[in-house]
């Protein structure tokens, strides 16, 4: 079957080690179910794995992505949650230590099938088309859990979203202003700023800039380049949740404004089964889609691949395979 797989790693040359092509199909487990992939979204854990983050030499050739909608073996549409636990591990599935993300273990979702344990889908409205379900699984299931159960940000709120243009930044965005909150960004593009806008944010700002009030939270996936900033936009008590940092992970920590502002730094990763099946009744009770910024065949992921470390994107890249 076609698939977009990583063969070798390169932390300068990501792209390098990116092939197209030919893999066997999955193999059957007892368990688990395979699911033919109508689309699959591209997430920056992609591009981390080709730079050999989560993704050992050991393990290659490994097909790459996390995010697929599709058709499970009983003909159902579903869409894939990508957290698979340990064998008898049991409640929330992010707090399993031997988890792993598909694609990290178990190969992922960037082709034409994919296997997954038979929890690990949850039905697909047909409401939904399987674009935008695709994009739910990693990005947006990442951006409820941070705002809605580790942020737990409430209507009224202020909340600041950092590096406006991602995948999981426009998700904070729109489910963020759809539940009520008063969602501003930051970017360092004026096109993002103005996209995020049309997206639901009620200000746009440039990284770094000087807001009108300090906040009730933040949420940061860009580290070093905007940490300083987000410490300094919260009110006393606020909260940043952190997911990501792909800017670098060793921002100075602020300790004293930390402790005097009695500031919290929560983590937050993915998100549980049962969150995803909330979201997907969230976007369809909202009337909420992903931004998608383009469509691809899966024939074209090196495409993909190159605009997300150009980033330039607004929104999620999706690869359609069948
Ligand atoms: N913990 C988890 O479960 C989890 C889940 C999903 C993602 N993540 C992590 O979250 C991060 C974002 O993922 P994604 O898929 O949304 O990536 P993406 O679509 O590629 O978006 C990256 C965003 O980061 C901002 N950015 C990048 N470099 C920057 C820099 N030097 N200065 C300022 N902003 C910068 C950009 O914002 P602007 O261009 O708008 O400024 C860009 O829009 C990644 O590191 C990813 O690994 C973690």
Redesign the pocket.
């Known amino acids: 079957m076609l698939a977009a797989y990583a063969s070798a790693i390169s932390a300068e040359d990501p792209l390098g080690g990116l092939v197209v092509g030919e893999m066997p199909d999955p193999e059957r487990r007892e368990g688990w179910t395979t699911v033919t992939v109508k689309a699959a979204a591209l997430?920056?854990?992609d591009v981390?794995s080709l730079r050999g983050v989560g993704l050992a030499e050991d393990a290659l050739p490994m097909i790459l992505g996390c995010d697929a909608a599709g058709v499970d073996e009983q003909g159902d549409e579903v869409v894939v949650h990508s957290v698979i636990s340990s064998d008898g591990w049991r409640g929330d599935e992010t707090l399993d230590p031997r988890r792993s993300l598909l694609s990290e273990h178990y190969q992922g979702t960037l082709a034409e099938r994919v296997a997954v344990p038979a929890r690990n889908v949850v039905p697909k409205p047909p409401e939904l088309s399987f674009e935008h379900a695709a994009c739910l699984p990693?990005?947006w299931l990442?951006a409820y859990r941070m705002l809605f159960t580790r942020g737990e940000v409430v209507p009224g709120m202020t909340v600041l979203v950092q590096?406006?243009?991602?995948?999981?930044?426009t998700a904070l965005t729109v489910l963020g202003s759809a539940a009520g909150a008063r969602m501003w960004v930051t970017?360092?593009?004026e096109h993002?700023r103005a996209q995020a806008l049309a997206l639901g944010a009620d200000q746009a700002f440039e990284?770094g800039a000087r807001l009108p009030e300090r906040v009730d939270a933040v949420m940061e996936?860009?580290g070093e380049?905007?940490w300083r900033h987000s410490v300094r936009a919260l009110r006393p008590g606020g909260r940043i949740v952190v997911?990501?940092?792909?800017?670098g992970q060793a921002p100075p920590a602020e300790l004293n404004r930390m402790f005097f502002l009695q500031l919290s730094v929560v983590g937050?990763?993915?998100g549980t089964r049962d969150e995803l099946q909330r979201l997907v009744r969230f976007c369809l009770d909202r009337d909420v889609r992903p931004a998608v910024h383009a469509t691809l065949p899966l024939a074209q992921a090196r495409d993909g691949f190159a605009q997300?470390i150009d980033?330039e994107?607004v929104g999620k890249i999706v690869f359609t395979a069948a």
């Open positions: 997430n920056h854990h981390w990693t990005a990442t590096g406006a243009g991602g995948g999981v930044a970017s360092r593009s993002k990284p996936t860009v380049a905007t997911s990501g940092a792909t800017s937050s990763t993915m997300m980033g994107l």
